[in-house]
């Protein structure tokens, strides 16, 4: 059985890629029961990924004065030659700041395109049922697991940390 963890490689230089006054950063994990599960796999519409459904991880970014200055959330999802890992950073209004794709084996390149990867910055994660919508092009299997992985982590996240 495939276990759909992603691996945040390299945070030292990416955090500074998204948020250039950041310092350091907090690994947050929040453990998911069984009826949260319920809830996000329900607004989803799809089951979370083995090794997704026990607990959610982030990174709180911390600048300076250890102010937290954003949200660093490392994700994976199903693609059709393996998993997709990307990385995305959310500012304090929790919006996307930046998007990037971490590691993929897909042979078709749009999701990894800046044009497609642009289509989320800015999304809040109050607007996380709206991820679908945001991308009108063909679907394919890497933009259909950053649009699945986007929502999924957005929607995790915020009915886990209210």
Do not use: H
């Amino acid at each position: 059985q495939d276990v759909y963890l992603c691996v945040w490689r390299n945070p030292e230089r990416t955090m500074t890629r998204i948020f250039p006054d950041a310092k350091d950063y907090k690994t947050i994990s929040l453990a998911i029961s069984p009826e949260q599960r319920k809830i996000i796999e329900s607004e989803l519409g799809f089951e979370l990924l083995p090794g997704q459904e026990k607990q959610f991880l982030y990174y709180d970014m911390l600048g300076e004065d250890g102010e937290s200055v954003g949200t660093i959330i490392a994700a994976s999802q199903k693609g059709e030659y393996g998993i997709v890992e990307f990385v995305f950073g959310l500012d304090k209004d929790r919006a996307i700041k930046d998007i990037y794709v971490q590691r993929a084996r897909e042979r078709d390149r749009t999701f990894k395109k800046r044009e497609f990867l642009d289509l989320f910055l800015g999304l809040k994660v109050s607007e996380a049922d709206t991820v679908n919508s945001r991308y009108t092009g063909p679907e394919t299997p890497g933009t259909k697991a950053v649009i699945r992985g986007v929502a999924k982590e957005m929607i995790s996240l915020n009915n886990l940390s209210k």
